[in-house]
């Protein structure tokens, strides 16, 4: 019989983390998206209570999650703030390629550095003409005797002016194409790289995203992850990864704001008695409860389906990220409906968790791009 129950360790790590969002993240999640600051101060706070990088290994100073017990931190961090939330996650995701390719040397020099200085990385792919299509990246990385000559332009790039270290991708032979793309980890502070000035955005304003140029900027040879050629395959197995944690923070994001609007709407008078009475705010109030419930088994299936190696990983990660992150659009839209004018006021957080739901549909590839990577599971 399947079990939908957690685990006496699963079940610490919900409570753990979401002990730290009650704490840490709740009470600042206004003022940063007012700021739209970075919050240094909660990630350094995430690093002394050992909270941020959980899927680096143990053995290297993370906390060795796996990808379902990833997901279960990343829906609390989505239930505060996903912008917040995701000032932590994005680090994980720049760090995927090295889990995935790095050489153990460059795994310890990496993350020691990153864990002593309690620093972030950037995870650097998109492009201003290559965003979905990542084969249509131009930014090139010419090898020139015992050192890469990096050029290009990067844009929408998460937590790029404060970085430590940059995923980058580029092509390491340009007349090859796409054949080419290799995937680098660099340092930041690397002359030639220029960050552009920060992105105003519409909704997770906590979180940095930037345009950097890279201008004859001198890697090392050793910065190449993995071998020259296989960037394109690391991307993809990047993705296959982290989109359950984009789509569990979703649907915290979407938990949020039904728990805040169903319990206004339970003390909201009209006509003598709560709204909730009424058909038409109760059967909201339905569809927001299951819709939640069915991304929730949906992600959690994917990401069971990563942890033990099934065929079907990739096509339910996509599945899970499109499907999460369309329910926290609609369930978040439909708190601030119950709410009226109030929902739509700052006074309340459901605006923000609003704004916040539509970038999810977005980053780590489209909800479009992900069907159809689901289209070409199914129809193969």
């Known amino acids: 019989m399947v079990d939908f129950s957690l685990d006496k360790h699963q079940q610490e790590i919900v409570e753990k983390y979401r002990d730290f969002t009650k704490r840490w993240i709740i009470p600042n999640r206004m ?8 919050p240094w101060d909660i990630v350094k706070a995430a690093y002394d209570e050992k909270i941020i990088n959980g899927a680096i290994p143990k053995e290297l100073g993370g906390n060795g999650f796996n990808i379902f017990e990833s997901a279960l931190a990343s829906e609390e961090f989505g239930y505060g703030c996903t912008g917040i939330g995701i000032c932590i996650d994005a680090t994980t995701l720049a760090l995927t390629p090295t889990f995935l390719s790095a050489t153990e040397e460059q795994k310890k020099k990496i993350y020691g550095e990153m864990i002593e200085k309690k620093a972030v990385a950037a995870y650097a792919l998109t492009e201003p003409d290559a965003g979905s299509d990542v084969q249509g990246i131009k930014s090139t990385a010419i090898k020139h005797g015992d050192k890469y000559i990096l050029n290009g332009q990067k844009r929408f790039i998460t937590n790029a002016d404060v970085a430590e270290y940059i995923t980058v991708f580029a092509l390491s032979d340009p007349e090859r194409g796409s054949r080419s793309l290799s995937a680098f980890i660099i340092k930041a502070n690397t002359p030639g790289i220029t960050m552009v000035s920060r ?13 950097i140029k890279f201008e004859n900027v001198e890697i090392p ?9 296989e960037g394109f395959l690391i991307a993809m197995r990047t993705f296959d990864r982290t989109r359950t944690g984009v789509a569990a923070a979703a649907i915290g994001n979407a938990r949020s704001a039904y728990e805040y609007s169903k319990k ?28 939640i419930e069915a991304a929730k088994m949906l992600v959690w299936e994917a990401a069971w389906a990563f942890d033990t190696k099934q065929r079907s990983m990739s096509k339910l990660s996509a599945m899970s990220k499109y499907f999460a992150t369309d329910v926290a659009m609609r369930v978040t839209t439909n708190a601030v409906q119950i709410m009226g004018g109030e929902g739509y006021s700052k006074e309340h957080p459901v605006e923000k968790m609003m704004r916040d739901a539509k970038l999810s549909q977005i980053y780590e590839g489209t909800n479009q791009v992900n069907r159809l990577v ?3 599971n199914i129809l193969k």
């Open 31 to 38: 003022k940063y998206d007012e700021l739209a600051e970075f």
């Open 199 to 211: 992105m105003d955005k519409m909704g997770q304003r906590a979180s940095v995203q930037n345009e």
């Open 221 to 229: 040879a050793d910065s190449l992850i993995g071998r020259e050629g």
């Open 264 to 291: 206004w709407a339970k003390n909201r008078i009209q006509f003598g008695h709560p709204i909730t009475v009424l058909e038409g705010v109760s059967f909201m109030l339905a569809d927001m409860a299951t819709e």
């Open 374 to 376: 689901v289209s070409k």
